[in-house]
């Protein structure tokens, strides 16, 4: 017997326009399957129909999701490379070595580049994002051999017809082996639902 109640408020009318009910903010599938769901598969449903309550169609509000970087030398000078950051930092092993660093360091936009592509990665599974607006701040080097761990989670979201789309609000950063905070980030992105083709 699973003990997490049915949202459902006795006010069954599926609206055209959201493609939820308008009592309990399920879709006809959710609302169909929901007797065979599990505990864990309610609370699922149970965390969109909330975010769906506030405004937001395609996105959760309070989703949050990571991912791991790793930096070896071979892939910080590389990197560099390709975005034609010179700085000897990423390139010169002798002169990091020598440097308050004493490794080679990666330069900030390869960190801030997979931080950032976290989300179209992230999203891009089931619906459609496009970046809006970045803030990042980098709070410590990042050094060769790192390894990073990068996070981003939903602050808010909210339906917006103009943009055919939910306009999200996320937090978001990465921390390395240590623990210790190399970059806290902010993003407003917009997230549409996949179109349908025939």
């Not at 997490?4 to 599938?29: H, K, Q």
Request: negative net charge.
């Amino acid at each position: 017997m699973t003990g997490v109640a049915s949202p459902c408020v006795d006010v069954c009318r599926m609206n055209p326009e959201t493609g939820f009910c308008d009592g309990c903010f399920r879709t006809i599938d959710e609302i169909a399957a929901w007797a065979a769901y599990d505990d864990d598969a309610r609370r699922t449903v149970l965390a969109r129909v909330e975010s769906r309550g506030q405004g937001a169609r395609v996105v959760t509000i309070g989703e949050s999701f990571d991912a791991t970087l790793e930096l070896p030398p071979d892939s910080i000078k590389h990197f560099a490379t390709l975005v034609n950051d010179t700085n000897p930092l990423h390139h010169d092993d002798a002169y990091a070595r020598a440097s308050r660093f004493g490794s080679l360091i990666a330069s900030g936009t390869q960190p801030t580049a997979h931080l950032m592509a976290m989300l179209a990665a992230h999203f891009s599974r089931d619906a459609q994002p496009l970046g809006l607006e970045f803030g990042i701040r980098l709070t410590r080097a990042v050094k060769a051999n790192d390894v990073l761990t990068m996070h981003w989670r939903v602050t808010e979201a909210k339906w917006k017809p103009s943009l055919g789309g939910d306009l999200v609000k996320l937090e978001g950063g990465a921390r390395n082996q240590l623990g210790e905070t190399v970059m806290k980030a902010t993003a407003t992105i917009v997230v549409m639902p996949l179109e349908t083709r025939a």
